[in-house]
């Protein structure tokens, strides 16, 4: 099966082809940095992140974008609360965007372009556009002639009779600065200069970009003029990206996107997430709260939701996922936990248990259902169907090892197994490392026959308490003595 993705611009799922064989050109629209990171920014950017990775583990080289809006009307309104500046705000935001997003597992991007670092690109698209009359000067404002661009609302499939001045929330449709527009729905490419505001030179007079023209600007810098994939929130689609798209088609008479990509919002006990209703939750708060989750639970959280529905958070549903994310986590671990009881040469070496060094089975039944699942717009909920059907299996067979030494199921059999979930988890971006409870390390086998026959010797001498303590000691090491008939010990680890 080919990978299909849902395009927002044509409204069906269409089998993926890049610009350029092996290599996926992909933006995805970053944070405003004026605050901590949120749960709907956290579903965002794993699920950009799971779409990378498939990529990824497709063959495709993917160069992954994001960028990072550091001027902004909310991040100067912060700063004036603080008494600081936009430097200081957008600067401390973005080391704390780094600290909670890696904490979900989420791949660093290529690159990070900030808008204040693409100024001089801002002004030549500006500048381009007047020249062709698809954008007016005023006032010191700039802003962008949408009744120019006939094919305005073809995202986000709104006409221009339907749409609401300032439904960014960006700026202030009462604004007096409106009255500078030729037409109500226009919008700002440049804004003249405010006292106390930071501002740069323009052929306009000074002043800084308007939100939307950023991102047109960061893509053409870093990516070129036409992507494979743009992605961002659903609530993007109206009005940034199809103010994108009117900016930089009309400037380079090219498409912007092949494919766009939007992902469903969180709402919180059926409610959408806003600070007003006081049910705001922060990626930090979440993960720092005293019976916090596992990180992984709430990357698993937001992969069991298909990424283009609603997404609900509340404290069962986050409860089931860190209660499922247990299950699998047990399966992840199984190699370390018991390869060593059933004959696996190599969990002492440097590179067991690393995805990168293991080699599945592409024909496997797992593979392909995987596949089946991830090819049909990323559906991750088909997808971890396959991946806790494997760990469960897992799981049966440790409690098998555990209560008995040993397994009828061939060793290789569940080498495969086990490779193959720790390599289609990764894909998921989901990962489990063994602490020392879990590592089949410490004594090695000779070490073990010693004292069991250190053991046995303390027996035929009555000295019991002795045997006693060598079975104590080695369980707490993770070994577990099983006595048989006719004097024989057998072991496993545990």
Same mark, same amino acid.
């Given at each position: 099966m080919?990978l299909?993705?849902?395009?927002?611009?044509t409204?069906?799922?269409?089998p993926?082809?890049?610009l350029?064989?092996?290599?996926v050109?992909?933006y995805?629209?970053?944070?405003?940095?004026?605050?901590?990171?949120?749960?709907?920014h956290?579903?965002?950017?794993i699920?950009?992140?799971?779409?990378?990775r498939?990529?990824?583990w497709?063959?495709?080289?993917?160069?992954?974008?994001?960028n990072?809006t550091?001027?902004?009307?909310?991040?100067l309104?912060?700063?004036?609360?603080e008494g600081?500046?936009?430097?200081?705000?957008a600067d401390?935001?973005?080391?704390?965007?780094?600290?909670?997003?890696?904490?979900?597992?989420?791949?660093?991007?290529v690159e990070?372009?900030?808008?204040?670092?693409?100024?001089?690109?801002?002004?030549?698209?500006?500048?381009?556009?007047?020249?062709q009359?698809?954008?007016?000067?005023a006032?010191?404002?700039?802003?962008?002639?949408?009744q120019?661009?006939?094919?305005?609302?073809k995202l986000?499939?709104?006409?221009?009779?339907?749409?609401?001045?300032?439904a960014?929330?960006?700026?202030?449709?009462?604004?007096?600065?409106?009255?500078?527009?030729q037409y109500? @729905?226009?919008?700002?490419?440049?804004?003249?200069?405010?006292?106390?505001?930071?501002?740069?030179?323009?052929?306009?007079?000074?002043g800084?970009?308007?939100?939307?023209?950023?991102?047109?600007a960061?893509?053409?810098?870093?990516?070129?003029?036409?992507?494979?994939?743009?992605?961002?929130?659903?609530?993007?689609v109206?009005?940034?990206?199809?103010?994108?798209?009117a900016?930089?088609?009309?400037?380079?008479?090219r498409v912007l996107?092949n494919?766009w990509?939007?992902?469903?919002m969180?709402?919180?006990?059926?409610?959408?997430?806003s600070?007003?209703?006081?049910?705001?939750?922060?990626i930090?708060?979440?993960?720092?709260a005293?019976?916090?989750?596992d990180?992984?639970?709430?990357?698993? @959280?937001?992969?069991q939701a298909?990424?283009r529905k609603p997404?609900?958070f509340t404290?069962?549903s986050?409860?089931?996922?860190?209660n499922?994310?247990?299950?699998l986590k047990e399966?992840?671990?199984?190699?370390?936990?018991?390869?060593?009881?059933?004959?696996?040469?190599?969990?002492e070496?440097?590179?067991f248990?690393?995805a990168?060094?293991?080699?599945?089975?592409?024909?496997s039944?797992?593979?392909?259902?995987?596949?089946?699942?991830?090819?049909?717009d990323?559906?991750?909920p088909?997808?971890?169907?396959?991946l806790?059907?494997l760990?469960k299996?897992?799981?049966?067979?440790?409690?098998?090892?555990?209560h008995?030494?040993k397994?009828a199921t061939?060793?290789q059999?569940?080498?495969?197994?086990?490779?193959?979930l720790?390599v289609?988890?990764?894909v998921?971006?989901l990962?489990?490392?063994?602490?020392?409870a879990?590592?089949d390390?410490?004594?090695?086998?000779?070490?073990?026959?010693?004292?069991?026959?250190?053991?046995?010797?303390?027996?035929?001498?009555?000295? @019991?308490?002795?045997?006693?303590?060598?079975?104590?000691?080695?369980?707490?090491?993770?070994?577990?003595?099983?006595?048989?008939?006719?004097?024989?010990?057998?072991w496993?680890r545990?």
């Amino acid at each position: 099966m080919t990978l299909t993705l849902y395009n927002t611009l044509t409204r069906r799922k269409q089998p993926f082809t890049s610009l350029e064989p092996g290599l996926v050109k992909m933006y995805c629209c970053g944070v405003t940095v004026y605050d901590y990171c949120h749960l709907g920014h956290a579903r965002s950017y794993i699920v950009w992140d799971t779409v990378r990775r498939y990529l990824m583990w497709s063959g495709y080289q993917v160069r992954y974008v994001q960028n990072f809006t550091d001027i902004d009307d909310k991040i100067l309104n912060r700063a004036r609360e603080e008494g600081s500046t936009m430097e200081i705000v957008a600067d401390r935001n973005i080391v704390t965007y780094f600290e909670d997003i890696r904490r979900l597992n989420v791949l660093d991007a290529v690159e990070y372009p900030r808008a204040t670092e693409h100024i001089s690109e801002i002004q030549q698209i500006i500048k381009s556009l007047i020249e062709q009359d698809y954008a007016y000067a005023a006032g010191g404002d700039v802003y962008y002639r949408v009744q120019r661009f006939p094919s305005y609302g073809k995202l986000s499939g709104r006409h221009l009779d339907q749409m609401q001045a300032g439904a960014s929330g960006r700026v202030d449709p009462e604004d007096p600065e409106g009255n500078r527009k030729q037409y109500p @729905f226009d919008f700002a490419l440049w804004k003249a200069a405010k006292p106390g505001e930071p501002a740069w030179d323009s052929p306009w007079g000074p002043g800084r970009p308007g939100w939307h023209i950023e991102c047109s600007a960061m893509i053409r810098a870093r990516l070129g003029e036409t992507i494979d994939i743009h992605t961002g929130g659903g609530d993007l689609v109206f009005p940034h990206h199809e103010n994108e798209i009117a900016q930089s088609e009309a400037a380079t008479h090219r498409v912007l996107a092949n494919f766009w990509l939007h992902n469903g919002m969180v709402n919180v006990g059926g409610e959408k997430m806003s600070k007003s209703l006081g049910n705001f939750t922060t990626i930090r708060q979440l993960l720092d709260a005293p019976q916090a989750p596992d990180p992984m639970a709430i990357r698993l @959280f937001v992969l069991q939701a298909h990424y283009r529905k609603p997404l609900d958070f509340t404290d069962e549903s986050i409860a089931s996922a860190q209660n499922s994310w247990e299950t699998l986590k047990e399966g992840l671990l199984f190699g370390y936990k018991y390869g060593g009881a059933i004959g696996w040469t190599d969990t002492e070496d440097q590179s067991f248990g690393q995805a990168d060094s293991m080699r599945i089975s592409p024909d496997s039944e797992a593979v392909q259902k995987f596949k089946e699942g991830m090819d049909d717009d990323i559906n991750s909920p088909a997808a971890l169907a396959v991946l806790f059907e494997l760990a469960k299996d897992l799981r049966r067979e440790g409690n098998i090892i555990t209560h008995e030494g040993k397994t009828a199921t061939d060793p290789q059999d569940l080498r495969q197994q086990w490779q193959t979930l720790v390599v289609l988890a990764q894909v998921l971006g989901l990962e489990a490392k063994p602490d020392a409870a879990d590592a089949d390390q410490g004594l090695d086998d000779a070490a073990i026959q010693d004292l069991i026959g250190q053991r046995q010797a303390a027996k035929k001498a009555k000295n @019991f308490a002795e045997a006693d303590r060598i079975r104590e000691d080695l369980k707490a090491q993770g070994i577990v003595l099983v006595d048989k008939p006719g004097g024989v010990t057998e072991w496993h680890r545990g």
